[in-house]
Each structure stands twice: as C-alpha cells, then as structure tokens.
C-alpha cells in the first residue's frame, strides 16, 4: 500500500463546476501536510498547506482529517487554468508525494 | 517566477560524459533538496542537505554526486549516466531544516536526456 493514495483521475469538469479530490495517508506520525499543484512539464508550486482546522484561500478549500488520516482539496467556480494535476504531499521529515490527481476544466 | 533557479533548462549526454547540475536559491534557506521525476510520476527525494551537510541519500547511485559548496548553492555532478536516468531533476528548498511545518519551494527543474 502506497504512503500516500489518490484517486489519479482525470477529473473532467465544466468551467464554473465544484470539484473535490481526496487524498489518505498510511503514517499517523505524519507532521504537516500540503496540496501541491504542477503543471505539465513545469515544477510543482505549493498551493496550500493544510491545517487540522481546515483552511480556505480563495477558491481553494483545504480539510484535514488527522483520526481518518484523510486531506481533500476542494475547488469551486473551477476555471480554465486549474486545469493541473494535484498533488497531496505529507511531511514526515521528508516529503512523501501521492501520485497526483489531473484535473480538466473544459469550457 | 520560481526563486529557486536552475541551470541548465535542459541537458543532453552520452553515457561517457560528466556534467554538472546547478541550483541557487537566494531565500536564506538551510535545507535544500534534489529529486528526480519521470513522467507521470510524482518527485522522489535523492538527497537532502541541511546547513550544507549531506543529511539524506536516498540510496541514490554513485553516478550522482551531490555537493552543496555554500548555503546558497547546490549542485548535482553526473557521470557514467544510463538512458534510464533520463528524467527531470528538481531542486527544492525550505527555510530551516527539519522543520517540517515549512513547505518546500520548486526550481523549475532541469531536463535530462542521456543517449
């Protein structure tokens, strides 16, 4: 079983959609946690860490479930540039990577 | 635009040749970080320095050697290379080692092909 699982996708949604990706962890000593995004052929960019309250920038909602070891990422009113793939990454000293989930947002 | 610069965008060599990676970040961070990534796949950590210290090596082969000759610069040497090396090398940094609420930051990475 992989550190870090994610549903690779492709999500394919319409502009304006609310989309949600998931992301579980198989280490409970897991100490931080972040939603990257990359762009093909580009390095990944933090988009967000991801804190035990739950936050929001933006768009972009982050949650973080620490007794189910789960993270989501939520997106709303989805635009043509999200088109990415994410990808939920926990430290635990070193980061761990999922294998990311690729988003379309179609016109 | 990334704050961790890498040169060169984009290498190509034979298996016999030896080349250097190079990566600068101008941030103060003490931990600085090389990664290797094939397509469709996530990054997967090689080495990890702190204070310029070697603190991670990720049974990386011998063929790559890093070196980090002050808090600013990282380098990666290469020699003997095989095709499946071909990849994109990351470097990443963060702003004090082992602290692990700090997020790592992206150079922009550096495409290798080896033929």
């Known amino acids: 079983r992989k550190e870090v699982e994610q549903d690779p996708g492709p999500f394919n949604v319409p502009e304006g959609a609310t989309v949600a990706f998931n992301c579980t962890y198989s280490?409970?000593?897991?100490?931080?946690f972040f939603w990257y995004r990359q762009d093909c052929r580009k390095e990944p960019k933090l988009l967000m860490s991801?804190?035990?309250s739950g936050n929001e920038d933006g768009r972009f909602t982050a949650q973080l479930n620490r007794a189910s070891q789960y993270i989501s990422l939520l997106i709303r009113d989805s635009k043509l540039s999200d088109s990415a793939t994410y990808l939920c990454v926990v430290n635990k000293g070193k980061l761990i990577f999922g294998q990311g989930t690729t988003l379309q947002v179609k016109p | 635009d990334t704050e961790v610069t890498q040169t060169p965008k984009h290498l190509v060599m034979g298996m016999t040749n030896k080349k250097s990676l190079k990566c600068e970040q101008h941030?103060?961070?003490?931990?600085m970080y090389w990664y290797k990534q094939k397509a469709k796949k996530p990054p997967e950590l090689m080495f990890v320095?702190?204070?310029?210290?070697?603190?991670i090596n990720e049974s990386v082969p011998s063929r790559f050697s890093p070196e980090c000759p002050n808090s600013s610069l990282l380098n990666l040497h290469l020699h003997a290379l095989q095709p499946e090396d071909s990849a994109l090398y990351l470097c990443?940094?963060?702003?004090?080692?082992?602290?692990?609420?700090?997020?790592?930051?992206f150079g922009d990475g550096t495409r290798l092909s080896i033929l």
């Open positions: 320095y702190s204070y310029e210290k070697l603190s």
């Open positions: 280490n409970s000593a897991s100490q931080s």
């Open positions: 990443a940094s963060s702003q004090v080692p082992g602290d692990s609420n700090q997020p790592q930051h």
């Open positions: 941030m103060g961070h003490r931990a």
């Open positions: 991801v804190y035990s």
